[in-house]
């Protein structure tokens, strides 16, 4: 099968060497040059597009699969609906629109979506209660990327992350230094993302359908803060409420809301297609960091 990553970015690149090595065919995009040169060290083609133009689109090759990836920087919102609501819908239709089009289009998502459940349990099946605006675009993108896949005959299917964690992602000293605020943590390496999303496509399972892709354990972030600091050895940070946290005059209203946008995301649907996870939990995913983090002379 040929897959085309749209946004080949820090979870794209880890799937196209998963795809790659599962005897596919990968073509990784971005928007940029400057982009194009970690998509070829990844060991897969490389082509310069950008979703929000179809005319760029026009140099990607069919495929088989499409996994919508793509980013929008951390600028704003309307930027973010640039490029995941109208981006998306600009890529699907371009992709529909040729004589061999794809069978599978994949949106990775956000658990983002889900807002503030107070620590209980989310799953598939939880309504969507976004509380940022951002979270509000990223809602509608799922709808999009469904609706609008099925409208020209492609299945559809949104993954949504958790926390993404990683090579150059683990934030170490954040939890070290603290303060950490307190509420729950739900984590998915960089490896079983890119393998979940690897792993529907490969499968055949989750068409037209919303998988959550976390890990095993959602965790407090000040047990998660205590248990790093014990494994590198260093005194355990100081702690904070939410409420403290909130008291801060310099906090944005973006913050404010995530800080109270707290839940347990469940991987149970996950597990029920029989994915195996990697790093099923932070301790065997944090591993290599704490090794790596004891070894530098401090």
């Not at 959550?212 to 600091?229: G, H, Q, Y």
């Not at 403290?244 to 310099?250: K, P, R, S």
């Not at 597990?271 to 002379?297: N, Q």
Request: charged share 30%; net charge negative; with cysteine.
């Amino acid at each position: 099968m040929r897959a085309v990553v749209l946004g080949c970015g820090y979870v794209g690149l880890a799937l196209g060497r998963q795809l790659t090595a599962a005897g596919h065919d990968v073509v990784g995009v971005r928007r940029s040059e400057s982009g194009l040169a970690a998509v070829e060290a990844a060991g897969f083609d490389a082509v310069e597009a950008d979703v929000t133009d179809p005319v760029s689109l026009a140099a990607v090759p069919d495929a088989d699969w499409v996994v919508f990836a793509a980013g929008s920087g951390g600028r704003g919102v309307e930027s973010a609906r640039d490029v995941y609501v109208d981006g998306m819908r600009t890529a699907i239709q371009a992709f529909a629109a040729r004589d061999d089009s794809p069978d599978r289009f994949v949106y990775t998502s956000s658990t983002g979506v889900y807002g503030d459940h107070d620590g209980a349990w989310v799953d598939e099946e939880t309504p969507l209660d976004p509380s940022t605006p951002r979270a509000d675009v990223l809602a509608e993108a799922e709808r999009v990327a469904l609706e609008t896949a099925a409208d020209h005959g492609i299945d559809g299917t949104v993954a949504r992350f958790a926390g993404l964690y990683g090579p150059d992602r683990y934030r170490l000293d954040r939890y070290l230094e603290g303060p950490v605020t307190e509420g729950y943590l739900n984590m998915v390496h960089r490896v079983d993302a890119a393998g979940a999303v690897r792993y529907l496509l490969d499968a055949d399972v989750a068409r037209d359908d919303v998988l959550l892709v976390v890990d095993d354990e959602p965790v407090s972030k000040w047990t998660f803060a205590d248990w790093l600091a014990d494994e590198c050895g260093v005194e355990q940070p100081p702690k904070r409420t939410k409420e403290a946290h909130l008291a801060d005059a310099d906090l944005s209203a973006s913050a404010a809301q995530r800080i109270l946008a707290d839940k347990r995301c469940s991987n149970a649907r996950l597990r029920e297609l029989g994915y195996d996870f990697s790093y099923p939990t932070f301790r065997e995913g944090y591993r290599p960091a704490i090794e790596s983090w004891r070894s530098d002379d401090r």
